[in-house]
């Protein structure tokens, strides 16, 4: 059974930063990435980053040079820091435990379904 546990939402100004974490319990280590995805008030949930096991990451384009995400495999914790914070960054940030997809030189993260209660993220004046 393997269970995910993010923490460090909540309100934030805009241009403001941010550190979610994702604590993860259980057998991880078939898990050969985790990501990062947020679904906002009548909208999709959408992949923000994701991080394979030994640390090559993808990002969506609407978060590149904004958010890092990162993981510390020994403590089996994964992070997402967020700077120069949007109200368009305004959802629900929930973490999900998966798969690394290669294509070639280049991979693409498959979710599994391992999700974590999600943490609330609040981008407002």
């Given at each position: 059974q393997v269970q995910l546990v993010e923490s460090g939402g909540g309100l934030?100004?805009?241009?403001?930063?941010?550190?979610?974490?994702?604590?993860?319990?259980?057998n991880i280590f078939?898990?050969?990435?985790?990501?990062?995805?947020?679904?906002?008030?009548?909208?999709?949930?959408?992949?923000v980053a994701a991080i394979t096991s030994i640390g090559s990451t993808n990002y969506a384009d609407s978060v590149k040079g904004r958010f890092t995400i990162s993981r510390d495999n020994a403590k089996n914790t994964m992070y997402l820091q967020m700077n120069s914070l949007k109200p368009d960054d305004t959802a629900v940030?929930?973490?999900?435990?998966?798969?690394?997809?290669?294509?070639?030189?280049?991979?693409?993260y498959l979710p599994r379904d391992y999700w974590g209660q999600g943490t609330q993220v609040t981008v407002s004046s």
């Amino acid at each position: 059974q393997v269970q995910l546990v993010e923490s460090g939402g909540g309100l934030v100004q805009p241009g403001g930063s941010l550190r979610l974490s994702c604590a993860a319990s259980g057998n991880i280590f078939s898990f050969s990435a985790m990501g990062w995805y947020r679904q906002a008030p009548g909208k999709q949930r959408e992949l923000v980053a994701a991080i394979t096991s030994i640390g090559s990451t993808n990002y969506a384009d609407s978060v590149k040079g904004r958010f890092t995400i990162s993981r510390d495999n020994a403590k089996n914790t994964m992070y997402l820091q967020m700077n120069s914070l949007k109200p368009d960054d305004t959802a629900v940030y929930y973490c999900n435990a998966g798969t690394q997809l290669l294509h070639g030189g280049d991979w693409s993260y498959l979710p599994r379904d391992y999700w974590g209660q999600g943490t609330q993220v609040t981008v407002s004046s």
